[in-house]
């Protein structure tokens, strides 16, 4: 085989994905994402059956990754896997796994943080992306997390700003559990939104200070507003659900985009990126973009299959870990809450 060749297999098993990824030289050969359907009949991700469905589901996708990449077990060089944060009982699933297979190959075993990874996807090498130079500023905005990050190098980052209390993928999706929508529902009150009023409703800015978000306020405002606007008209919701997540989601971008035009200011850094699952929001990608004519900046948005929690990214974390020969041991552990 040609040793200028770097097979690396990434694992990915945090929340409710199931994921697994060939990476030839940085270059995604297959992505193979396992969406658990059970947790929408909930209104959210239920962690005993997430861990059980990931145990299903692991053995196929890592073969089908395997199998669409085009090459053989024994091909791959290494192998990275989310060691957290996220879920202890999916954690678990993922861990377990790439330590035994790293042990059967006796190939090297990397740990990689889901947070990092989502940032450090868009070192992925696509044809027609361009990647950030350092320094840049990476919001981080999914289901569990919401951060402003300082990226210094691949791995010397600074979290400037973070939420005190709902990540925005949750504003997205308990504000859509209020609207009655199934979970998630991020992705639905942004296919709404789009053909709604912006300005129909107004919602509540949070007053949070420095670099830092909160969105339960948000999340009060909307169950109050809408219990209310019910009472007085019982099909509020069908009549105006276009209007209410439009107005919504015009809300929470005005949240964001206040925060990188402080960060960026105060930082004096304009190069920004985005990532994590709520970076798929057809709003704030054209925020971030108008932000390139209105306040001078560059923006890095990642591929779609890269915003949503996907093992592409997880190993392009475990390429450039490779790089620097930065392994881990049988010693690891999984651990639900994890710093850089
Ligand atoms: O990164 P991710 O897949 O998982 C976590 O690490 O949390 O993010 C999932 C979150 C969910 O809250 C989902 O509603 C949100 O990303 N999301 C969206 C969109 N697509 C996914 N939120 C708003 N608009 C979207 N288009
Ligand atoms: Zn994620």
């Not at 405002?221 to 009549?239: D, S």
């Not at 209105?294 to 948005?301: A, D, E, L, S």
């Not at 041991?329 to 809450?337: G, H, I, L, P, Q």
Request: charge should be neutral; proline fraction near 4%.
């Amino acid at each position: 085989m040609n040793p200028q060749k770097i097979y690396i297999l990434g694992i990915e098993s945090s929340c409710d994905d199931t994921s697994a990824a060939i990476l030839c030289n940085g270059k995604v050969l297959s992505n193979v994402v396992a969406s658990q359907k059970i947790h929408e009949q909930y209104g959210g991700v239920v962690p005993e059956l997430a861990s059980r469905a990931h145990q299903q589901n692991i053995v196929l996708v890592i073969d089908q990754a395997i199998k669409q990449a085009n090459i053989e077990k024994k091909d791959i060089t290494a192998i990275a896997f989310t060691s957290g944060p996220g879920l202890m009982g999916s954690l678990l699933v993922g861990t377990s796994f790439a330590k035994s297979l790293s042990l059967a190959l006796d190939i090297p075993l990397i740990d990689v943080n889901h947070m990092q990874a989502h940032i450090l996807a868009h070192f992925i090498e696509e044809d027609e992306f361009d990647k950030p130079e350092f320094p840049f500023l990476a919001m981080t905005i999914s289901g569990g997390h919401t951060q402003i990050v300082k990226v210094t190098d691949y791995f010397d980052m600074e979290i400037i700003g973070e939420t005190i209390d709902d990540a925005v993928g949750e504003a997205f999706d308990k504000s859509g559990k209020i609207l009655g929508l199934p979970y998630p529902g991020g992705p639905l009150i942004d296919k709404y939104a789009q053909i709604g009023n912006p300005k129909a409703f107004p919602f509540p800015k949070p007053k949070v200070g420095e670099l830092n978000f909160s969105f339960s306020g948000l999340k009060t405002a909307v169950l109050y507003f809408i219990q209310k606007k019910v009472k007085e008209n019982p099909n509020f919701i069908e009549e105006n659900r276009n209007d209410i997540c439009a107005s919504l989601q015009y809300t929470i971008i005005n949240i964001l985009i206040d925060k990188l035009k402080k960060a960026s200011k105060e930082s004096g850094i304009k190069r920004i990126a985005i990532g994590g699952g709520v970076s798929a929001n057809s709003g704030i990608r054209k925020a971030l973009k108008d932000g390139e004519q209105k306040y001078g900046w560059k923006t890095f948005v990642p591929k779609f299959e890269y915003t949503t929690d996907n093992a592409a990214m997880i190993a392009i974390v475990g390429h450039l870990k490779y790089l620097n020969k930065d392994f881990t041991d049988m010693n690891v552990v999984a651990k639900a809450r994890m710093k850089f």
